[in-house]
């Protein structure tokens, strides 16, 4: 399975963190603790003749 990690050094990382949860929780669980913010990605297999609706 694919997999992504990125670090960026900024000043208002926990700031932009907190956007991106809350960006990603309308579509997608997301755990939030003081410490950190995990979104869990996944996709159910389709048929290839009904690719289904995007959920990203």
């Known amino acids: 399975m694919p997999s992504s990690l990125a670090r960026v050094a900024t000043d208002a990382a926990p700031r932009y963190a907190k956007q991106l949860a809350s960006h990603f929780g ?10 950190a913010a995990t979104a869990s ?3 159910t297999p ?11």
């Open 41 to 43: 990605l996944s996709r």
């Open 26 to 35: 309308r579509k997608i669980p997301v755990e939030e603790t003081p410490a």
């Open 46 to 56: 389709t048929s290839s003749s009904n690719p289904g609706p995007s959920t990203c």
